[in-house]
């Protein structure tokens, strides 16, 4: 079973401009998060899509987006880059049930200059 | 709220010396928790879970974990560290109802000595 592909690995933006990132989580899987890994801040939560529908979100400012489509793939796009936004985000993918693990994604490194 | 608390962002042993990571949670109510792994250049792969199933949970690499209530802890352990066992470990709690919604630690880089 493929797991979780993000694309692109690697993106370099202007402040000012706008990214969109993709993710492909694992066949079957029907729930997506996102997280931003920062060496300030850490692990933190931005958003999950279950069935298309957002279904939780963190505390992320709303240049912060995201969206899900019927084959399960998502999209985060993030708007207005700041230098701040700098950081790995990180793609999961889960089955249904709490104790269903997140699997994750090697990420997408991106680097606001 | 919940939270959880790595205790020691870097440690360092000595090659087939004993591990311990230590993670302690704060949650009101019963939590799932999780360990992960990560190397550099890489996402995050899962070690272990509780689940509630059984307090002493074993993972892949040889690593287990002993929930304890009382302490409200979940320490990752290996009886002896090997040379690729060096990377970021990371402590992440999730409660009923929350999805894919993890609260992660600040995690903890080990170090493995030859």
């Known amino acids: 079973k493929a797991g979780v592909t993000q694309t692109p690995r690697y993106l370099i933006k202007t402040r000012g401009q706008q990214v969109t990132l993709s993710c492909s989580p694992i066949s079957g899987h029907r729930s997506v998060s996102w997280y931003q890994q920062t060496p300030g801040q850490g692990l933190q939560f931005l958003f999950e899509y279950f069935s298309e529908t957002q279904r939780n979100k963190g505390n992320f400012p709303g240049r912060f987006s995201g969206r899900q489509f019927s084959n399960s793939r998502s999209e985060m796009n993030v708007s207005t880059l700041e230098l701040g936004d700098s950081a790995l985000y990180l793609c999961?993918?889960?089955?249904?049930?709490?104790?269903?693990?997140?699997?994750f994604g090697n990420g997408t490194r991106l680097t606001v200059t | 709220a919940q939270s959880v608390t790595q205790l020691g962002s870097h440690v360092s042993v000595s090659e087939g010396a004993l591990v311990l990571l230590r993670c302690n949670y704060s949650s009101s109510v019963p939590p799932y928790l999780f360990w992960y792994v990560q190397y550099p250049n890489q996402g995050l792969q899962l070690l272990l879970k509780?689940?509630?199933?059984?307090?002493l949970v074993k993972g892949i690499n040889g690593f287990e974990a002993e929930f304890k209530k009382s302490e409200t802890s979940f320490h990752l352990t290996k009886p002896s560290a090997h040379m690729s066992d060096a990377a970021e470990y990371f402590c992440a709690v999730r409660t009923y109802n929350q999805g894919g919604k993890l609260i992660f630690g600040q995690g903890t880089e080990l170090s493995v000595k030859p």
């Open positions: 999961a993918s889960s089955g249904t049930g709490d104790n269903s693990p997140l699997h």
């Open positions: 509780y689940t509630s199933a059984a307090t």
